[in-house]
Nanobody, 124 residues
């Protein structure tokens, strides 16, 4: 069982940066692949990035590749999403998720645990 709490969202201008954090409570955090998803009003939940349990491998949606970086610190039970060169279309509620897996996990339906989300708003 894992509980996830996101933080770091806010309002930024286009071209700015934000760093999201997701703190996890659980006995086996290092066994979980972690992911970030986002959802805008009227749209379906969208995959953003994922990272394997060791942090060695990452995978990104094409829409954020080169701008966002996912990382994790297993000693702190925390996963991060560094977001640079933000665009208005990045505006969404961002969620972190966890799945016990040895591989990257890109499908939201595969994740077992979800945080409450944190709002990111990018002004033009």
């Amino acid at each position: 069982q894992v509980q996830l709490v996101e933080s770091g969202g806010g309002l930024v201008q286009a071209g700015g940066s934000l760093r999201l954090s997701c703190a996890a409570s659980g006995r086996t955090f290092s066994n979980y692949a972690m992911g970030w998803f986002r959802q805008s009003p009227g749209k379906e939940r969208e995959f953003v990035a994922t990272i394997t349990r060791s942090g060695r491998y990452t995978y990104y949606a094409d829409s954020v590749k080169g701008r966002f970086t996912i990382s994790r610190d297993n000693a702190k039970n925390t996963v991060y999403l560094q977001m640079n060169s933000l665009k208005p279309e990045d505006t969404a509620v961002y969620y972190c998720a966890a799945k016990q897996s040895i591989t990257v996990v890109k499908s939201g339906s595969e994740y077992d645990y979800w945080g409450q989300g944190t709002q990111v708003t990018v002004s033009s």
